[in-house]
Each structure stands twice: as structure tokens, then as C-alpha cells.
T-cell receptor, first 115, second 114 residues
């Protein structure tokens, strides 16, 4: 079974500083990896995904993530935090087979942006 | 529709009551998923439909949980004899069948069992 580890449930970052959220996964097959963002009382919105090809993936709102197979990691970064980045972030790995795109999620990181 | 729609947004149920949660996926999306998100946790998979066929229900926590999608579009998650541990946000997502396809999530139904 696939699984995802996100350390540090709460992450505080100063406005304008680097945002770094770590994600490590385990997968018995080539992984499809995702980062989702969840704002209060909202569903999850896709930030970016890696399936195949280029290992550095760019997403919405200035976020990017790099797939590193040797480290089984897919860390999320943003060079300069904005107040609007305050939200919860989830890393996920596809764990289904064939047409089943079910996802296994990490526990999430609650990001607080300090003015 | 433009997005995945879930109703009700909030539901308070007395312990032992039955509840039904509705999901209206994006039109044309073959695949539909239900997830349960406990407070402070990531979503956890419950069940998967391809059209009207329930192909994976390995995540349903007990036989009190039942899901259906009779016409391959709208889905209903039913919880019988609700317990306090059922309190969570229930998220519905739909996708195309392409491998690695993005899952589009609804806003969820927050169920509180009192």
C-alpha cells in the first residue's frame, strides 16, 4: 500500500519568506504525486501534480515541487509567502490501480503566515 | 455542472439516527470517490465508483456505511445508526478515467453526531 508522511502539523512562515513543506511517500509502483490546498470550510484544490516527465513541477499561486525518486520525496516550495497562502496543505499519492485514481493523503500542514 | 456539489453542507444527527449525504459530480466524470476527513487529519478513502459500479469499497469502516450511484451520476453515502466516531467531513471527488487525472473535490458535508 502507498503512504505519505508530512512532518510538522503546523508551519509558521513570515510574509515574504520561503515556504517549504516536506512530503515523503512510499509506493510499490512509479508514483503519481499531488499537492492539494484546503481553505477553511472548502474542499481541496489541486496545486500541482507529478505523473511522468520533468521532475520539477510548477503549479498555481507560485508553488512548485520537485520529485526526487532516490529520496522518495516531493517537497513543496514557494519563494515568497503571501498572506493568502495561509491554509492547509496535503500531499497525496495515487494508490489505486487501472482506472481507480484513489488517493492516499498525508496528515497535512497548517500554514500560518506572519505579517 | 461547473463543479462537484455536495449537500447538505452541515448535518447534525443524534446518535442512532440514519443520515444520507448527496454528491453531484462534474458532468461526464466517470469516476467518483468518497473520502472521510476527521478533524486535524487528511482525507481517507472510503469508496470508488466507475459509472454506476462500485468497484472499491475497501475503505468503508463498517457495514453501517453504504454508498450508491444508481444512474452513474449522483451518488449518496448513507450512514445507518450513526455513532459519535462518525463525526467528520465527508468529501466527494470526481475525475476522468485518465491515469493520474486530477480529482475535483466538493466542499464537503460536515457531519456532527451528538
Amino acid at each position: 500500500a502507498q503512504s505519505v508522511t508530512q512532518l510538522g502539523s503546523h508551519v509558521s512562515v513570515s510574509e515574504g519568506a520561503l515556504v517549504l513543506l516536506r512530503c515523503n511517500y512510499s509506493s510499490s509502483v512509479p508514483p503519481y504525486l499531488f499537492w492539494y490546498v484546503q481553505y477553511p470550510n472548502q474542499g481541496l484544490q489541486l496545486l500541482l501534480k507529478y505523473t511522468t516527465g520533468a521532475t520539477l513541477v510548477k503549479g498555481i499561486n507560485g508553488f512548485e515541487a520537485e520529485f526526487k525518486k532516490s529520496e522518495t520525496s516531493f517537497h513543496l516550495t514557494k519563494p515568497s509567502a503571501h498572506m493568502s497562502d495561509a491554509a492547509e496543505y496535503f500531499c497525496a499519492v495515487r494508490e489505486g490501480n487501472y482506472g481507480n485514481n484513489r488517493l492516499a493523503f498525508g496528515k497535512g500542514n497548517q500554514v500560518v503566515v506572519i505579517p | 455542472g461547473a463543479g462537484v456539489s455536495q449537500s447538505p453542507r452541515y448535518k447534525v444527527a443524534k446518535r442512532g439516527q440514519d443520515v444520507a449525504l448527496r454528491c453531484d459530480p462534474i458532468s461526464g466524470h466517470v469516476s467518483l470517490f468518497w473520502y472521510q476527513q476527521a478533524l486535524g487529519q487528511g482525507p481517507e478513502f472510503l469508496t470508488y465508483f466507475q459509472n454506476e459500479a462500485q468497484l472499491d469499497k475497501s475503505g468503508l469502516p463498517s457495514d453501517r456505511f453504504f454508498a450508491e450511484r444508481p444512474e452513474g451520476s449522483v451518488s449518496t453515502l448513507k450512514i445507518q445508526r450513526t455513532q459519535q466516531e462518525d463525526s467528520a467531513v465527508y468529501l466527494c471527488a470526481s475525475t476522468s478515467q485518465a491515469r493520474g487525472a486530477e480529482a475535483f473535490f466538493g466542499q464537503g458535508t460536515r457531519l456532527t453526531v451528538v
